[in-house]
């Protein structure tokens, strides 16, 4: 079992920690940074709700062994919005209501800010695209498909 | 884990660690798969940090996409244009966002199962792929690459740096589809590829025909139905024997997944449905099917 020293940045802060080979990205995400907000969902690359951003780009970080990050820019839900100051497609979750239990969520938003950092105005079909890896277990996906359209319309006006 | 700080590096690791070492790109199915045990590598080899094999280009007609480029690398490029349709059509079934921005093409390649989607397309567009090891260079058909299920031509010193294949001309057009348990992320019953070239009378002039199961358990060219619609003028009834000779050709097998009797039935399908739909980029109606 071999170690190795990761240098990654999260959420805009770099870190560097001795991880072993097997170690996954999400259990060094949780367990030695304590980013609770990534959930763990099948394990098996499915569910899409361990859905983390790596340069920019959602990825399951319970497929990806943690060295892989090496060198990468790691965005969580910790890093998109403070309570404080929610990012636009947060506050656009809670004025549809479009969380139910939840669990999916974080992934479901970075879902979304990938989308919209690549297409700002995008198609429903282009939102549901986006969000389909993920599985919302409580089958909220209307009001995600809702809340993605109204986070894109306040980013616009927000650039105007 | 190692982890190699350049090409040089690792073709020399590789050419003295033979045993028990596993290339891994953005290794989406390795986890599972050690998790499942089905494998227990002494050793993985991450090769995400060669980012020189991550690219689509074209010259001289030929198009060559790095073994690290991933699927939405791969139809975010400029030149994988509207010909190439039959990418996003891979893309849109193959699995989630999260997944394809991390499946590469080359690992796609080498995981030499019977449910990658990519390799279907590329045998149809005969493809080939280039393999390098310390010694030097080798360039061998898709075709030939594959062996059987989880076994192909790599040597333990070799890695797969690019594949590449003939641009499509404005003769001919290229299409796959996929059934599955659902519409993506899910390893497929059948998927199919076909490449169709039209003369003028709507003679085939060239066709290849591709399922991730033929009689084996790896992804096969139709040969038998190829060369019964090769030359022939196409209209329903061609459409018909065809589809009949595929039926007749293919050896499937019962899995936990379907049944035989249901498997030939989808394939035979998605088999007309895919060559309708390259005719119709071809002649621009919906003629037949």
């Known amino acids: 079992m071999s170690k190795h020293l990761l240098k990654f940045n999260v959420n805009g802060k770099d870190h560097a920690l001795v991880v072993q080979s097997h170690e996954r990205l999400l259990d060094v995400l949780r367990d030695r940074l304590g980013l609770k907000g990534t959930k763990e969902g099948c394990s098996t690359g499915d569910c899409g709700i361990c859905g983390v951003l790596m340069d920019g780009r959602l990825v399951n970080s319970c497929l990806i062994f943690a060295i892989q990050a090496r060198n990468k820019k790691i965005v969580t839900i910790e890093g998109i919005g403070t309570p404080e100051k929610l990012h636009p497609i947060q506050r656009a979750f809670v004025k549809w209501n479009a969380s139910q239990c939840g669990y999916c969520i974080p992934a479901m938003i970075l879902a979304a800010k990938d989308l919209l950092d690549r297409i700002p105005e995008p198609t429903t079909d282009e939102i549901r695209r986006a969000t389909s890896g993920i599985i919302c277990r409580c089958t909220g996906y209307l009001k995600i498909f809702e809340a993605v359209k109204t986070a894109a319309a306040q980013m616009k006006d927000d650039r105007q | 884990m190692y982890v190699p700080e350049n090409l040089p590096d690792l073709l020399q690791y590789l050419d003295s660690h033979q045993i028990g070492v596993h290339l891994i790109a953005n290794g989406t199915?390795?986890?599972?798969?050690?998790?499942?045990?089905?494998?227990?590598?002494?050793?993985?080899?991450?090769?995400?940090?060669?980012?020189?094999?991550?690219?689509?280009?074209?010259?001289?007609?030929?198009?060559?996409?790095?073994?690290?480029?991933?699927?939405?690398?791969?139809?975010?490029?400029?030149?994988?244009?509207?010909?190439?349709?039959?990418?996003?059509?891979?893309?849109?079934?193959?699995?989630?966002?999260?997944?394809?921005?991390?499946?590469?093409?080359?690992?796609?390649?080498?995981?030499?199962?019977s449910s990658e989607d990519l390799m279907p397309v590329l045998l149809v567009l005969d493809a080939e792929v280039r393999l390098r090891s310390i010694h030097g260079e080798r360039?061998?058909?898709?075709?030939?690459?594959?062996?059987?299920?989880?076994?192909?031509?790599?040597?333990?010193?070799?890695?797969?740096?690019?594949?590449?294949?003939?641009?499509?001309?404005?003769?001919?057009?290229?299409?796959?589809?996929?059934?599955?348990?659902?519409?993506?992320?899910?390893?497929?019953?059948?998927?199919?590829a076909v490449y169709l070239?039209?003369?003028?009378?709507?003679?085939?002039?060239?066709?290849?025909?591709?399922?991730?199961?033929?009689?084996?358990?790896?992804?096969?060219?139709?040969?038998?139905?190829?060369?019964?619609?090769?030359?022939?003028k196409l209209s329903k009834q061609s459409l018909a024997d065809a589809a009949l000779t595929l039926r007749n050709e293919l050896r499937l097998t019962s899995d936990f997944r379907v049944s035989e009797e249901y498997r030939t039935e989808v394939a035979c399908a998605i088999f007309k449905r895919t060559l309708s739909r390259c005719i119709q980029r071809l002649v621009g109606e919906q003629v037949l099917v």
């Open chain 2, 29 to 113: 199915d390795m986890i599972n798969r050690i998790q499942r045990r089905q494998v227990n590598p002494k050793v993985l080899v991450d090769l995400t940090g060669l980012s020189e094999f991550r690219y689509v280009r074209k010259d001289a007609g030929v198009i060559r996409i790095g073994a690290l480029t991933t699927i939405s690398d791969l139809i975010a490029s400029s030149i994988i244009d509207s010909r190439y349709e039959v990418f996003r059509e891979v893309a849109r079934k193959f699995g989630g966002p999260s997944i394809i921005n991390m499946a590469t093409v080359g690992g796609n390649i080498c995981s030499a199962s």
């Open chain 2, 139 to 192: 360039t061998m058909k898709v075709e030939d690459f594959v062996k059987g299920k989880r076994t192909t031509q790599l040597k333990p010193n070799e890695i797969v740096v690019e594949t590449m294949f003939r641009e499509i001309g404005p003769e001919g057009s290229c299409s796959f589809d996929k059934v599955g348990m659902r519409n993506s992320l899910i390893i497929a019953f059948v998927n199919s």
């Open chain 2, 197 to 232: 070239q039209l003369a003028r009378d709507m003679r085939v002039a060239e066709v290849r025909i591709a399922l991730n199961r033929v009689s084996g358990k790896i992804p096969q060219r139709a040969q038998m139905t190829e060369r019964k619609l090769k030359g022939s």
